[in-house]
């Protein structure tokens, strides 16, 4: 049974920082494309990050919006992905929910798609006041 456990979310004034946990059991952690979504009271959910996970090694992406503030890494030995988030803005505040694809199939698209992903966490709220 696949199962995601978020952790991290919290509240934090403009310009700090948070980082968001995502523990992951259940399939094969090693090829999953694992990824960070969130979403905003009355918007889409929207992808934030997405990591191809691989022996030895992770690659990343980031979307426009939180490229260059928000960071994906991992804990091989954890099955585990962080999200860091740097430099927050009031607009950062939604919902933020781990997801996985095991099949990696997710991080090899263009554009990622929520549809994608058959596995998804509880959420962690994450609040950014002005």
């Known amino acids: 049974q696949a199962e995601l456990v978020e952790s991290g979310g919290g509240s934090v004034q403009a310009g700090g920082s948070l980082r968001l946990s995502c523990s992951a059991s259940g399939f094969t952690y090693e090829s999953a494309c694992m990824a960070w979504f969130r979403q905003a009271p009355g918007k889409e959910r929207e992808l934030v990050a997405t990591a191809a996970i691989y022996k030895g090694g992770i690659n990343t992406y980031s979307a426009d919006s939180v490229k260059g503030r928000f960071a994906v890494s991992q804990d091989a030995a954890k099955t585990t992905v962080y999200l860091q988030m740097n430099s927050l803005k009031p607009e950062d505040s939604a919902m933020y929910y781990c997801?996985?694809?095991?099949?990696?199939?997710?991080?090899?698209?263009?554009?990622?798609?929520?549809?994608?992903?058959?596995?998804w966490g509880q959420g962690t709220q994450v609040t950014v006041s002005s």
């Open positions: 997801a996985a694809d095991p099949t990696g199939y997710s991080c090899g698209m263009e554009k990622p798609v929520k549809e994608g992903f058959g596995h």
